[in-house]
Each structure stands twice: as structure tokens, then as C-alpha cells.
């Protein structure tokens, strides 16, 4: 059931017309893909995870990503990997259940809709955690959708 509430569709970051990355979120964690140019060897890559900042490079070139994240995250349980042509980057949320517009400060936020379904996304997802003996991958929310982290005294940090 779990499956169903999972992030239906990467977010695509696109700046000059150019995909910069693509990403998705759970109640813990921010997924960033970026597709890597062909012909540079995967050693090469490097990406460098703090926890307010992430930088993305091929040594010995300018970094390809250096910015500031939209939230602190916990470096001791973020990594990366690169597979298939794609650096996988794994950002473990500190505040389980927060909603991230995207995970660079001020670039490619998502519009509010998409925001406000991604919150009622990670609310089902919470309630699902919570109750795994239900289905809630057909839940639905009439208006406003609480946010995850508070709603009914919050998200359980195990």
C-alpha cells in the first residue's frame, strides 16, 4: 500500500531551457537525479553534501550545482550514488514530514497547486506509516491540508 502513496512524478528543475535536475520527496527524504554527460568517467564525479549546502562537480571543472538547500538536512544519513548515467542524491530530511517546494533556496519552487498536492501526498503517506493495517492510497482532502509535521500532535520521530 505503501507503494501507492510514493511520488507519482519527478519535479523537473529547468532553467535556459536546459533540465538542470529532477526530484521528488517522501515524509524523510529529498530525491535528486541528475543525468550526468556522456563519456566523463563516474570517478570523476563528486558531490559534496552539507547540512545546509550541496555542491556537484567533475573535479578539476567549476561546480555544475553549488547552492544553498531549502531546509537542513542530516549529512550523516545523505549520500549519493550514480547509476545508469544518473547521480542519485539521497537528502535525509531533519524535519521528517516538512514539505519541501524544492530542494535548492530559491530555485524552481513548485507552483502552489503542485505544492498543496505534494502536501496532501505526504499527509496520506503519514497516515499510512501510522495505520499500516489501512488503505489510504484513495484518501482525499476537501480544502486545506494540514500540514504533516503538526497535525494532530505530529509526526512521530522514530
Known amino acids: 500500500m505503501a507503494e501507492k502513496l510514493a511520488p507519482e512524478k519527478r519535479h523537473a528543475f529547468v532553467h535556459n531551457g536546459q533540465k538542470v535536475f529532477e526530484w521528488d520527496q517522501t515524509l524523510e527524504e529529498v530525491n535528486m537525479y541528475i543525468e550526468l554527460p556522456k563519456g566523463v568517467p563516474t570517478k570523476l564525479f563528486r558531490c559534496t553534501i552539507q547540512a545546509g549546502h550541496i555542491e556537484v562537480a567533475i ?3 567549476p561546480p555544475y550545482l553549488n547552492h544553498d538547500l531549502t531546509h537542513p538536512v542530516k549529512t550523516d544519513s545523505s549520500f549519493w550514488t550514480i547509476e545508469d548515467g544518473e547521480m542519485h542524491i539521497t537528502l535525509q530530511k531533519r524535519e521528517k514530514g516538512k514539505t519541501w517546494s524544492s530542494p535548492i533556496q530559491g530555485q524552481g519552487l513548485l507552483d502552489p497547486y503542485a505544492a ?6 505526504l499527509m496520506l503517506q503519514r497516515f499510512q506509516e501510522e495505520n499500516p493495517g489501512f488503505d489510504f492510497s484513495q484518501a482525499q482532502f476537501s480544502g486545506n ?3 504533516p509535521r503538526t497535525f494532530m500532535g505530529g509526526v512521530r520521530s522514530d
Request: charged share 50%.
Open 116 to 121: 498543496d498536492q505534494e502536501q496532501k501526498r
Open 145 to 147: 491540508c494540514p500540514d
Open 59 to 61: 573535479r578539476g571543472n
